[in-house]
């Protein structure tokens, strides 16, 4: 069964990473074994200490304007293995384990299942 | 050496995804072998079609408001080797051959080198 893991953050670096205008950061998830990109989605504050809170990774839904703790609907839930931020402290990496079918509402295992281009040249 | 790959990509379908107010859209540099998430950063329209030209990686930069084709001023530059667009079409993520130190302007290899907490527990 898989689990997550709860990582304390103080609300002072909570606070000290850079959101943009609406109050959002950009949470990259990635599968901690396969390592594919699995999906990027928004959190807020709020979302971001319920993720370290719970262990589970709970985004921001821009469209819907609610929290939204992934698989709760879809039972493909995301645990949280470790988390890091960038350089600027602007954007959000997790490495997750992916319950179920996969990352993607489509049903695809990573939201990245398209590939651009099909006569991809060799170049310098 | 480390080479790039062209992508023919129609005009049409790199204006078919979805860019925010500012005409931008986020993509995800992952190394194409350790497959590291190196950065994110934004690409707009004209930056993205040079980098599928040019196989190499063009972002937007925000602080300065000018094309950015990575490496030209630290010499580490990205090269492209496959690239993908989201189910949403709003997420770019591309698979690169990163060239010198790394894709970090502070040195690291990759920009998420900071990992929140020290005294991760296992939860359910």
Same mark, same amino acid.
């Given at each position: 069964? =898989?689990?997550?893991?709860?990582?304390?953050?103080? =609300?002072?670096?909570?606070?000290?990473?850079? $959101? +943009?205008?609406?109050?959002?950061?950009?949470?990259? *998830?990635?599968?901690?074994? &396969?390592?594919?990109?699995?999906?990027?989605? %928004?959190? +807020? *504050? /709020?979302?971001?200490?319920?993720? #370290?809170?719970? @262990?589970?990774?709970? $985004? %921001?839904?821009?469209?819907?304007?609610?929290?939204?703790?992934? @698989?709760? &609907?879809?039972?493909?839930?995301?645990?949280?293995? /470790? *988390? $890091?931020?960038?350089?600027?402290?602007?954007?959000?990496?997790?490495?997750?384990?992916?319950?179920?079918?996969?990352?993607?509402?489509?049903? *695809?295992?990573?939201?990245?299942?398209?590939? #651009? @281009?099909?006569?991809?040249?060799? &170049?310098?």
């Amino acid at each position: 069964m =898989p689990t997550g893991v709860r990582i304390d953050v103080s =609300p002072e670096q909570i606070e000290a990473l850079t $959101y +943009n205008l609406e109050g959002l950061i950009p949470a990259i *998830a990635q599968d901690h074994e &396969t390592r594919d990109v699995l999906m990027m989605a %928004w959190m +807020n *504050a /709020e979302s971001l200490r319920m993720t #370290f809170d719970q @262990g589970r990774m709970v $985004y %921001w839904s821009r469209s819907r304007q609610e929290l939204w703790r992934k @698989g709760d &609907t879809s039972g493909d839930r995301q645990f949280v293995r /470790e *988390a $890091y931020f960038d350089c600027d402290a602007d954007t959000l990496l997790f490495l997750v384990e992916q319950e179920g079918d996969g990352a993607c509402h489509t049903g *695809a295992r990573s939201c990245f299942f398209r590939q #651009f @281009g099909t006569d991809a040249v060799e &170049t310098v």
